[in-house]
Every structure is written in C-alpha cells, then in structure tokens.
C-alpha cells in the first residue's frame, strides 16, 4: 500500500474541517480521500462545492458520496474510514468498519458509555486493524512535556492535580445549532462529553488515572438544556494524591489553568507557558529533617521554551495515524485509550447523580442504566430520528 484511502463518514462541522484538511495539497502526505458519507444531501452537495472550489470537477468526481455508511466501509473503496457523526454512532460505525476489515480513526469521544467500548475494543482486537481516536491536543509540546516530566519522576511523587478549565465559553445559539446537540439522546451529555474529553484525556494522560470520583454536575444551569453545563469535581487516587477538575460553558472571561504537583517540585501550564518550580531536594525527605519550622526547599524555576508548543493538532494525529498503518509508527492516541476518560467522565455523571463516591475501573452497567433512563425523557429540538439512534445507526435504515 502506498497511499491510505480514507472515507470520512459524518460531514457536519468537524467532518468538513477533515474534508478540508485531506483536500489541500501535500497536507496529508500518503493519504488519499477517497468517500465520504452524510445523511443530509445537503451536507454532501456543500462537500462537492468545497472540492470544486479546491480542485475543479476533477477532485469532485475522484470522491464517492453516500449517505449510509455500511455503504461506503463496503463499497472497497477505503482502507479506513474518519468517523464524525454525533457520539452514540461513533462505536457501532467503529465496529462495522473493523468487522469488514477497515482501519478506524474515531473523533473524540470514543462513544458515550464505556459499557458499549468495551465491546468496541473486543472488536478491535480481533481485527488486527489499526484503531485511534482524535486526541488532537497530544500533539502539544506544552503537554508533551508535562508528561515526560512526571513520568520520569523528575517531579517526584505526584500530591496532586488541579485543572480549571473553564474557557469553553458558547452561548445558547450554540446549542440551538442541532437538535442533538445538548439531549442525552442525542448528545449523550454536555460539557463532560463534548468540550472536555480533551482535557480529561490529558489529565489521565499525563497524571495517571484515579480510582475514585465525587462529582457535582450542575444541568441547564447557565443554558436551556437538558444536560450539564458546569461541572465540579474531586479524585482519589492509590497513592493518596487528589485531583480538582472544573469545568463549564457558562463563565467568561474564563480560565485555562493545569498545575501538577509533586514532591519535587510544581508544573503551571497557564497563557501558553509551561513553568516548572524544581526543587534542589524532595520535599518529603526535607519536612522531616529541616531542622527550623519555616525552613523552604530550594527552588529554581524553569519557563520552557517550546516553539510550535500546539503542535499540529487534528492533522498531527491523521499524519501520525497513516505512518502507523503504513510503516508501525508508534500511535499517539490509541483507541483502545479512549476509555480512560471516557471512564472518568462517565464516573462524575454516575456520582452527581446518586450523589456519592464512585469506583474506577467499573464495567459501565450502572451509569448506562442511569443513562437509559435520562435517554426516555429526552427531547429532541427537531426530527433527526435518520441520524441516530442510541444504537449508533447512521443512515437512512
């Protein structure tokens, strides 16, 4: 194989950013759009445009349109497909490309219930194809390089993790853009599940992942909707550090702060600098021997330097996820990753609503019993019964 042929299936806003990045020249070195697929003719007919604006008719009728995507992972005319449909759809569309021998790259998150990608990942396995989700902000060096420091244990043992993510700032014409949008029946979730699988990824990533969650998750509080829009939670972890994770759509100015400490010393990624405050010794050896009350440890404070600190984002992750199924190059975001912090979030949903402490890892029966039920009183903002179901059909069956 010299070039991987790609079928991005769901053209909506994101998929149309991946149509875009796929079609500019040179972009996306050894990859080739080959289909793509929408429910709406409207959103393929506006693809169309798009292509022949870019590259004339010839572009245009090099793509395949469908609007069923069983259709296009049978056709033959893919090696792996791009999936950017609403959440519920991206396992069971996962699924059905890994069963007919495809390669699959999910956008984030990986679905909306672990209990569904614990299927997934069985699947996935038993293909042998290559599986990633879009963790785009992995490509960070800002990020890159908090996770080389404490995984080294340069910073010593981890006491704890506060991040305040709260500059995810969007009004109600945002929610009122879809009729999926902001509905456990379409959406599966607010904040947790759209905005911050990002940032929950990397707070697992780079801090390891917790083994208990208390959450308060606040509904329609700054919005009409029927799902949460600020979130506030606490973690346990086996070593005895804690972990803070806030987070909403509904404060601006808002704020964009990840602080990692350790007992040697402290990480600040804030305004796009990353600081570390690096101690000359480990803070628990140096209480109990200081032999003065206010005795400090030394500290020298480190501001790095990291040029093109964002990285390449979503085209990162398509070039390093085709080096992969072309010549083994290592995955930056695999799939099977994409229940960690689907597990978390997943877990402060379950806490806020039975208002208690919950477990990590768990198998997801609980929450989805949870979840079937917020999905029966849900309300749809307008008829997209053709996109989905809770089952993930993305079609016209």
């Avoid at 987070?247 to 990840?258: A, C, D, K, S, V």
Wanted: hydrophobic residues 35%.
């Amino acid at each position: 194989m010299e070039k991987v042929r790609y079928g991005i299936i769901g053209v909506g806003g994101m998929g149309t950013n991946h149509v875009k990045r796929f079609i500019k020249p040179d972009n996306i070195p050894n990859a080739v759009l080959t289909a793509v697929c929408d429910v709406k003719q409207e959103r393929l007919d506006a693809i169309k445009d798009l292509c022949k604006e870019e590259g004339g008719e010839e572009l245009v009728n090099s793509i395949k349109y469908f609007t069923d995507s069983h259709e296009l992972i049978t056709s033959g005319l893919c090696d792996a497909v791009l999936i950017a449909t609403p959440h519920y759809a991206h396992p069971v569309i996962a699924i059905d490309a890994f069963e007919n021998g495809l390669h699959v790259l999910s956008e984030k998150p990986i679905g909306v219930y672990t209990k569904k990608i614990y299927e997934l990942m069985e699947v996935a396995k038993k293909s042998g194809k290559a599986f990633g989700v879009m963790y785009n902000q992995r490509t960070s060096g800002f990020y890159q390089k908090m996770r080389e420091i404490v995984k080294s244990g340069e910073l010593g043992e981890l006491k704890r993790c506060v991040w305040i993510i709260t500059n995810w700032y969007r009004t109600q014409a945002y929610y009122n853009s879809g009729g999926w949008r902001a509905t456990w029946a379409g959406e599966g979730g607010g904040v947790l599940i759209n905005q911050c699988p990002h940032n929950i990824d990397l707070w697992q990533w780079i801090f390891g992942m917790p083994n208990e969650i208390f959450s308060d998750c606040s509904v329609g509080k700054y919005h009409d909707i029927e799902v949460e829009d600020d979130v506030t939670t606490m973690a346990k972890y086996e070593n005895g550090a804690t972990a803070v994770f806030i987070t909403t759509t509904g404060e601006f100015p808002g704020t964009n702060r990840l602080e990692i400490t350790g007992s040697k010393g402290k990480l600040v990624y804030e305004n796009n600098k990353l600081v570390h405050h690096k101690l000359d010794c480990d803070e628990r050896e140096f209480t109990f021997d200081a032999k003065e009350g206010f005795a400090k440890p030394g500290v020298e404070i480190i501001e790095y330097d990291i040029p093109e600190g964002h990285g390449r984002q979503h085209d990162g992750i398509v070039i390093n996820f085709t080096n992969h199924i072309l010549n083994g190059e290592e995955l930056l975001a695999p799939g099977y990753e994409g229940i960690n912090g689907l597990s978390i979030s997943n877990a402060m949903m379950l806490s806020s609503w039975k208002k208690e402490w919950v477990s990590l890892p768990n198998d997801g029966e609980e929450f989805w019993a949870h979840l079937q039920e917020k999905i029966k009183n849900s309300k749809l903002k307008e008829d997209v019964s053709i996109v989905m179901n809770t089952e993930g059909t993305y079609g016209n069956n």
